[in-house]
């Protein structure tokens, strides 16, 4: 109930207004987002590879509904390519077709992406896109193949176990040798399209991470559970897969012990790293994977209230 009610929230215009205004909202957010700028992204992605982590930054923004806004989304990921070039540093991006102007025009979404994976090569850079509801599914794997027919196979695609429809589609990228996150998917999505019970959503995770590390291109298993980790790890012990042909991958900020163990443990493990002003979406979802993080936000609104005194003992969610 509480995880649908905050879906619903990420969505609306009002909440955000509120929301991204209130007293210690940017504390909250720097739990889960790197800073609003590239520079900031740059100074966390550094950080990480030199804690021995890989990177994909992500430069926040979705549902874009006015060409300048997606041009300078564009812009932001040349000049963001640019930057992780230059430091030398171990990343890949990720974006959103969204952002990009899917909800606009075809042919502009084309010419826009189609810059940003044109620098990427350049630099012999991958890009992801990420994966987002329902509606956009079928035209976000349309959009892949178009780009992939047309030799533009620095790019990869993020299948969520969610969808009843997901194993097709990790048949169709192993049988490309297109590169494939898989995660459990993070919307509000109908019965029809997608399974609502966890067991079912975590049966088909591991169904599909097992299709993925045994025929597919370095997948990246995208998740912070327990449970899906252990899966993983047995199976590629079990077929004797090595542990350079596949990556874990978790968001900045969460379950941050879960990643040092797996890098300790000799896997690599690359660390999702959002940045930029449009970050009220993002930490809602991130709120409605796991509710008990709004007592970082009740903690981080109190520490700047008279009541300050309340909220001292320095406790965060893991
Ligand atoms: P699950 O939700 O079952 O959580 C397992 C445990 O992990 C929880 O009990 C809790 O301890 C911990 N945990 C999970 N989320 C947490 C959080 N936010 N804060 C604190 N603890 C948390 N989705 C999508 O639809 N499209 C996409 O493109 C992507 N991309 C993506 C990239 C990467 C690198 C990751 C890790 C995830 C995504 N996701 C995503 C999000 C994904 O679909 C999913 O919503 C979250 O990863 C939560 O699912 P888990 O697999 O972690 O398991």
């Not at 992500?58 to 806004?69: F, K, Q």
């Not at 097709?168 to 494939?180: F, I, P, Q, S």
């Not at 029809?192 to 049966?203: C, L, R, S, T, W």
């Not at 897969?241 to 000799?266: C, H, K, S, T, W």
């Amino acid at each position: 109930m509480l995880r649908q009610g905050l879906i619903l929230l990420s969505d609306s215009d009002l909440a955000r207004r509120i929301a991204t205004s209130a007293p210690g909202a940017k504390t909250v957010a720097r739990r889960f987002v790197a800073g609003e700028t590239v520079e900031d992204g740059i100074t966390a992605a550094g950080a990480l590879n030199r804690a021995g982590f890989k990177v994909t930054l992500d430069y926040l923004g979705e549902s874009v509904e006015r060409r300048e806004e997606a041009q300078a989304a564009a812009d932001t990921y040349l000049d963001l390519i640019d930057r992780i070039q230059s430091e030398g540093l171990d990343a890949n991006v990720s974006l959103k077709l969204t952002q990009m102007g899917q909800d606009i025009d075809d042919a502009f979404l084309r010419a826009n992406v189609g810059r940003v994976l044109e620098r990427a090569r350049a630099a012999d850079m991958f890009v992801r896109f990420d994966m987002e509801s329902s509606r956009h599914t079928q035209r976000t794997i349309d959009f892949f193949r178009t780009a992939w027919d047309e030799g533009r196979t620095n790019c990869g695609l993020v299948l969520q176990s969610y969808m009843r429809r997901s194993e097709e589609d990790v048949r169709m990228a192993n049988r490309l040798g297109a590169r494939v996150r898989l995660c459990k998917g993070a919307y509000r999505e109908p019965p029809e399209v997608a399974y609502q019970d966890k067991p079912d959503v975590d049966a088909n995770f591991v169904l599909l991470m097992k299709l993925l590390l045994a025929e597919g291109n370095y997948p990246g298993i995208a998740t912070h559970d327990d449970a899906m980790i252990r899966a993983t790890r047995a199976f590629a012990e079990e077929r004797s897969i090595p542990a350079d042909a596949f990556e874990f991958q978790m968001l900045y900020g969460v379950r941050r012990d879960r990643q040092n163990v797996l890098r300790d443990a000799g896997y690599r493990v690359r660390i999702y790293v959002p940045f930029g002003e449009a970050w009220y979406p993002y930490l809602m979802r991130r709120m409605a994977e796991r509710p008990a993080n709004m007592y970082f936000i009740v903690k981080a609104v109190l520490a700047e209230s008279p009541f300050s005194f309340l909220v001292r003992d320095g406790r965060e969610p893991g």
